[in-house]
């Protein structure tokens, strides 16, 4: 027979009128709390309504002389979860009722608790890594999400969104399954806040677009649960289509807006040119694209830390996983690297949006053009100096595979 069932333990105010405990059994480890000098035990002979009553006199001592201690609430909270679980479910009746709604007590002070120190250590700009951990570790996934959605309202005119979303990042905690999935919900809650109040923030939506690309490219990400898995593309499937494109996680074709044709990486050996360089053109063919175009975009840590406001990018071919650089030797054209890494000056872009459609790519103040034709099927690519123009815009977009 379970403990539980044998000895309800409880704590109490040492001077509860006309309580006198009556059993010398020891206080079990499993069901113990730490409220210091107010400890009990209630004998098994007592019924149900006395084991409420203990309750409500606990939670009143709590609300009273420790309304601020976690730990505290949340030891009455598992206790109650317990009790209701095993003695008195939640039903019509007059005992029951009492019980369940005592529970929902202490759960919405448990979750202001929580959610208030959560948002403090955002404020403050701490870690929150081990936070989540202990959330993750004592408390059901329905009220995390609970305590998840009341941090954000608290914290959302706050911190600014851009950053936000970043130090939320912070609660996937290295390769910690049920932290990632911690993490995938806070982000999910700030953005359908953000959607509900109707905002309108670039900068916030960028950085939400590329953090979805890294979520679906996890190797954690197959092993949830189909629901969350639904629920990340949905606010995939809400982005601008230019950032639903340029980070999804199967990679984007770039087409070019003044020719509407894609970028892609030369196939045969005949192309190669120098030490290590492939060349790299638009096809003459109007919004043709095959596996040759795909392009994947890969954010670079920056010496200063992950709050910039400009983060910077490689992009690499993904037929031959060569990235793109440009090359000053050859009048500023793209070219893939057949070996060696990319190089911060010549292979890393800032990205910038022009529209939900299209965006330009840049190095300084160049931009990334097409430019005149090489022969009669392929044109050139450049950085090029000067004005926007439509030859120096690109639209990301799905590409069809070859057949």
């Known amino acids: 027979m379970h403990q539980y069932e044998l000895w309800l333990c409880l704590l109490v105010i040492s001077w509860l009128p006309g309580y006198i405990a009556q059993s010398s059994y020891v206080l079990p480890d499993e069901l113990s709390t730490d409220l210091d000098g107010y400890q009990a035990v209630l004998r098994r002979t007592a019924n149900r309504e006395d084991k409420l009553q203990i309750f409500q006199t606990l939670w ?41 709604e005592l529970q929902q007590e202490v759960r919405r002070h448990l979750r202001t608790l929580m959610a208030q120190h959560l948002s403090n250590l955002l404020n403050a700009k701490e870690p929150i890594g081990s936070y989540g951990m202990d959330m993750a570790a004592s408390v059901e996934p329905r009220l995390i999400r609970d305590i998840l959605h009341l941090m954000i309202v608290d914290i959302y005119f706050h911190r600014p969104l851009d950053q936000l979303v970043l130090q939320l990042e912070e609660l996937h905690v290295a390769n910690n399954e049920v932290s990632y999935r911690i993490m995938i919900e806070s982000q999910l809650t700030l953005y359908w806040h953000y959607r509900q109040l109707g905002d309108d923030n670039a900068a916030y939506l960028f ?6 690309g890294k979520i679906q ?24 289509p230019v950032l639903a494109n340029l980070f999804h996680s199967q990679g984007f074709c770039l087409i070019n807006r003044l020719h509407q044709e894609y970028v892609y990486t030369t196939i045969s050996d005949d192309f190669n040119y120098g030490l290590n ?69 010549s292979s890393y872009w800032t990205i910038s949006i022009v529209d939900p459609n299209y965006l330009m790519l840049k190095q300084r103040d160049l931009s990334l053009c097409s430019d005149r034709m090489h022969d009669n099927e392929r044109r050139l690519i450049k950085m090029l100096p000067g004005p926007p123009s439509n030859a120096c815009q690109w639209q990301p977009i799905q590409c069809v595979p070859s057949t």
């Open 207 to 212: 950085k939400l677009a590329l953090l979805l």
């Open 217 to 240: 490219t996890n190797h954690m990400y197959q092993s949830i649960d189909a629901s969350l898995q639904r629920r990340v593309q949905a606010v995939h499937n809400n982005l601008p």
């Open 60 to 100: 009143g001592a709590i609300r009273n002389d420790f309304a601020k201690d976690t730990n505290k609430v949340k030891s009455l909270y598992e206790q109650l979860s317990h009790f209701i679980t095993k003695e008195m479910p939640c039903s019509s009746g007059q005992h029951s009722r009492a019980i369940c």
């Open 277 to 345: 360089g492939r060349q790299v053109f638009t096809w003459h063919e109007k919004n043709f694209t095959d596996s040759a175009g795909i392009i994947r975009a890969f954010a670079q840590d920056r010496e200063n830390g992950r709050y910039d406001g400009n983060p910077v990018f490689s992009l690499r071919s993904e037929l031959f996983k060569w990235y793109f650089f440009i090359d000053p030797s050859q009048d500023n054209r793209l070219a893939a690297l057949r070996t060696g890494q990319p190089s911060s000056s």
